[in-house]
């Protein structure tokens, strides 16, 4: 009987343990409560000037539904990123809500987003509750991390205009896909197979003095929040002659 017992207790601690684990693994999917703001006296669309560097694209990153995070930013790490952000004003929100791209930095009175006015209405169920919104100008959320998703867009390398052929390379990562972040990019010679690492000046601009000569291929290391890291290296390299301004398709996407 107490071998009984004692197997009986092993079993339901076993069965325990695997229910919490299941609730952990399914709590990446959980909305967390929070408030947001919007850029006040500003066009619908984003920021040009945001702290990820995606300049003129940033505005209009994701058609617009853009914004800036406060500890999402995470010192770069969290451009790009995607989340689900529903106000919860039964009056006025949608249970759909918003899904916006992390383009800058900042925060207002407690908040965990500041959104762009077309992202911010459109938590709203009509445009009647999106003027009520934007007129309240901070609000109660929830949201959460989800896949971003760019149809017929493979991941992009943008060449900022600052980069000096051949002596200084920098660039911005364009259409990040899926739910994991870029956490360190390397820079390799296509012949010889010698890679760089290169700095995160900030934001999703990466960059290195002396880059490679010749073809260059850009690995990235995506990460989640459990650990795992995969190395995604792309179809298409940088051409030899490289210019400031200039982008190159990747020729890959990203949907984990």
């Known amino acids: 009987m107490a071998r009984l017992q004692l197997f009986f207790n092993l079993f339901i601690a076993t069965f325990l343990c695997l229910e919490i684990l299941g609730n952990a693994a399914t709590c990446r999917d959980c909305?967390?409560?929070?408030?947001?703001?919007?850029?006040p006296n500003s066009d619908d669309n984003g920021t040009e000037t945001g702290r990820c560097g995606y300049g003129t694209f940033g505005a209009t990153l994701n058609g617009g539904d853009v914004s800036a995070a406060s500890d999402l930013y995470r010192d770069g790490v969290g451009c790009g990123a995607c989340y689900q952000v529903r106000c919860t004003n039964s009056n006025y929100c949608s249970d759909k809500g918003v899904t916006v791209v992390i383009t800058d930095h900042g925060s207002s009175d407690r908040t965990d987003f500041i959104l762009s006015r077309r992202g911010f209405g459109r938590m709203a169920q009509?445009?009647?509750?999106?003027?009520?919104?934007?007129?309240?100008?901070?609000?109660?959320?929830?949201?959460?991390?989800v896949p971003c998703s760019y149809p017929n867009k493979?991941?992009?390398i943008k060449i900022d205009e600052n980069s000096n052929y051949p002596h200084y390379l920098a660039f911005v990562i364009w259409y990040q896909q899926g739910r994991k972040d870029i956490t360190a990019?390397?820079?390799?010679?296509?012949?010889?197979?010698?890679?760089?690492?290169?700095?995160?000046?900030?934001?999703a601009v990466w960059t290195t003095t002396s880059p490679?000569?010749?073809?260059?291929?850009?690995?990235?290391?995506?990460?989640d929040e459990n650990g795992e890291e995969t190395w995604v290296v792309p179809v298409n390299d940088i051409p030899d002659n490289w210019k400031p301004g200039d982008t190159y398709d990747s020729g890959v996407q990203v949907t984990d």
């Open 31 to 39: 909305f967390i409560h929070s408030r947001a703001a919007h850029y």
């Open 212 to 223: 490679p000569s010749g073809p260059l291929s850009v690995r990235m290391l995506f990460s």
């Open 185 to 203: 990019v390397q820079l390799c010679e296509t012949q010889s197979y010698i890679c760089k690492l290169l700095d995160r000046s900030y934001g």
């Open 126 to 145: 009509n445009k009647d509750a999106a003027a009520s919104l934007l007129a309240l100008g901070i609000v109660d959320i929830e949201y959460r991390r």
């Open 154 to 156: 493979n991941i992009t």
